[in-house]
Every structure is written in C-alpha cells, then in structure tokens.
C-alpha cells in the first residue's frame, strides 16, 4: 500500500497545550498537505510544504518536512476545543501525472478537552 | 472562496436500488474532481479521477460498471452506485482541484453517508 503512517492514533490534550502529530509515506512527494476532518465531515486544507521546503507556518500550525527521512510532523500550539478533529496528512506525487492525486495517511485523532 | 457542495448529505436506499451522489464546485471552476470512500475511523481511499469531458480514471480495485461517474461540466460531477448492497455502505467524499485555484489543494464536499438495507 501506497498509503502513509500517522502517529499517534489517537491523541488525548488539555486545553492549552501543544499537539504533535507525525507522518511517515513511501514515495518520492512533489508536496506533502496536512488536512482537518470534523466527525463525519468533509476535509479541510490547513497547510502544504513543497518538497524542497524543511518548515512553515500558519497562524498556531508548524510543519516540518523530512524527505531524507520520508516524514513530516504537525505541530499545533495553544490548543483549542475547537481543534478536536482527526488530521490526515496527505502526499502528492513527484512522477508525472501524479502530482494532483493526494495520497491520505491513516490519520490521528486528537482530542482536546477543557 | 473555493466551496464543494455535496448532495445528499445522507441517503438510505433498499440493496439492488441506484443511488447517484452530486458535487458542486458552487464558486470556480474545477478542472479535475475526486471520489473518494472512507469507512470509520479510517482514512480515505482514492475510487477516480475525473476531469470535466472525459472518463474518469478509476483505482486499482474499484469497479468501473459498479461506480460511475459522470463529470459533465467544469461544476458538476456525479457518482452512482449502481445495484447498491449493503457491503456498499460507506462514507463517500468528493474533492475538486482548479489550475486557476492553489495548485495540488483539493476543496472537498461535507460526504455523504450511504447506507444500504
């Protein structure tokens, strides 16, 4: 399968504090996007890193990409009870014709509470 | 900007029955749309691609004559589910990427949850 690792599965916080998750994947990437689903919701795009990119930011998001190791983590400070939701990463392709399909990791599931 | 409206938001249908899925790119053009299914707690799994006047390309494994899409105008594309059964019942997401939009950023619809009787 094609398809990424993310870690943790599930990821339980208190308000106020910092989330990490972490993706692995497989293949050589053109870009690697992070995305938000809210139970039984569509997704939301929060943040692209190109490949020949190491870090961005976004308002409380951090990304970081490591292609020598075929990984990238989220970092989400301050958190929020609005930012319980899982978050997928998801890879685009760097062979031809393969950069506008996405390739979504397993998921984590993060959970803040009050 | 850049809003998918996806209809039925849920549907329950009799095993046997068609049951056809709409996306909307309501604010831009979308040159290319995506279908995708996910089932709990997992993540999504690509079914096809479509671009607007041409078949849709589909995965390994998914079923040409089971799923059909239909990606008839730069706005629109629809999936069915031909002769539904239950095993069918999934959460199914559209997404649409435009050339003019964010390159590589897919906008996706809210779902629609499936289930077959």
């Known amino acids: 399968s094609q398809q990424g690792e993310e870690d943790p599965q599930a990821l339980s916080i208190q308000e106020g504090e910092n989330a990490t998750m972490n993706c692995s994947y497989k293949t050589s990437i053109n870009n690697l996007q992070w995305y938000r689903q809210n139970s039984g919701r569509g997704l939301v795009h929060l943040i692209l890193?190109?490949?020949?990119?190491r870090e961005k930011h976004s308002g409380r998001l951090r990304v970081t990409l490591d292609t020598s190791k075929k990984s990238s983590s989220l970092l989400i400070t301050a958190s929020r009870a609005a930012d319980t939701a899982s978050y997928f990463c998801a890879t685009a392709g760097a062979g031809a014709g393969t950069a506008s399909k996405l390739t979504f990791g397993t998921g984590t599931r993060l959970q803040v509470t009050l | 900007g850049a809003v998918v409206s996806q209809h039925p938001s849920w549907v329950i249908c009799k095993s046997g029955t068609s049951v056809k899925i709409e996306c909307r790119s309501l604010?831009?053009?979308?040159?290319?749309m995506f279908w995708y299914r996910q089932f709990p707690k997992q993540s999504l799994m690509l079914m096809a691609t479509s671009n607007e006047g041409s078949k849709a390309t589909y995965e390994q494994g998914v079923e040409k004559d089971k799923f059909l899409i239909n990606h008839a105008s730069l706005t629109l594309s629809t999936l069915t589910v031909t002769s539904a059964h239950p095993e069918d019942s999934s959460f199914y997401i559209c997404?649409?990427?435009?050339?003019?939009?964010?390159?590589?950023?897919?906008?996706f619809g809210a779902g629609t949850r499936l289930s077959v009787l």
């Open positions: 997404s649409a990427s435009a050339q003019n939009l964010a390159k590589n950023i897919q906008y």
């Open positions: 890193i190109r490949s020949n990119e």
């Open positions: 604010d831009f053009q979308a040159t290319t």
